[in-house]
């Protein structure tokens, strides 16, 4: 099985789905991993690990690190530029085009003979207007492939208990929620590749507890995906879904 993961900034990959991923190689599968931006418009760490004007480049490699880690089989990044994030912390997306966005998209799906495609919710998880745009841009690729039986899912679909409400996506309900204990040591890993991030993986986490957290702390054990096409009728039954069931602690609807 050749599975398409996509996503926005260089980290998306982990924090979202990283242990989702690491399962799906350690099983086999052939998970190729597609970034739009190199996430210049991120942080540089605290301290600063580089200047904003060398970000692209280390977060570049901080990736090629991460999916190292998760047992990829390729990396393509795209020539998008990650806008800097504007006052009072306005996102931006990366570009407008969705049909010159999906046919990139529909390339690599060609490119690698994928059957499942992975890629953020239909939310952007907290309203990303990068995510968004991912989402969007995939499911138009997805949907060109008219005689190809494409699986498409979304990362951090919601239900009840999920370990980071604000990332999850409301207009996706899980179909399969995941215990990614077995791999979270691989995924644990990849997060650290993402130096330049990490500061900010914590952040959320110490204000709320009321102290420094390391970023182990904060990897979420639960994963969840939502699968948008094709439509969920019955019981899930499909190549990507059968490969992660050992570790589903839910599944909606519900296996008979």
């Known amino acids: 099985m050749n599975v398409l993961a996509f996503f926005a900034h260089p980290d998306d990959e982990t924090m979202l789905a990283g242990g989702t991923l690491a399962l799906l190689a350690q099983n086999g599968a052939q998970v190729h991993y597609l970034c739009a931006t190199r996430g210049e ?16 480049k280390y977060r570049e490699q901080e990736l090629v690190c991460a999916v190292q880690k998760l047992g990829g089989r390729s990396l393509t990044l795209l020539d998008y530029i990650d806008p800097r994030v504007g006052p009072e912390n306005q996102l931006f997306s990366y570009t407008e085009n969705l049909t010159y966005l999906a046919g990139e998209i529909a390339a690599t799906i060609k490119q690698f003979g994928i059957h499942a495609v992975i890629t953020h919710g239909s939310n952007g998880e907290y309203g990303h207007p990068a995510h968004v745009t991912r989402y969007q841009a995939a499911r138009l690729a997805v949907e060109s492939f008219i005689d190809q039986a494409l699986q498409f899912y979304t990362v951090s679909a919601q239900f009840e208990g999920h370990p980071k409400p604000h990332l999850a996506n409301p207009d996706n309900p899980a179909h399969l929620v995941l215990d990614i204990g077995d791999v979270l040591a691989r995924k644990t890993q990849a997060a650290l590749c993402h130096r330049s991030q990490q500061a900010l993986f914590v952040r959320r986490a110490s204000k709320e507890a009321g102290r420094q957290m390391s970023v182990a702390e904060v990897i979420m054990r639960l994963e969840s995906l939502h699968r948008a096409s094709p439509v969920v009728n019955g019981r899930l039954d499909d190549p990507l879904v059968n490969a992660l069931r050992p570790w589903a602690v839910q599944e909606m609807p519900l296996a008979q």
Do not use: R
């Not at 418009?41 to 692209?56: I, M, N, Q």
């Open 41 to 56: 418009g991120g942080e540089t760490g605290e301290p600063s690990v580089c200047s904003l004007e060398e970000l692209g």
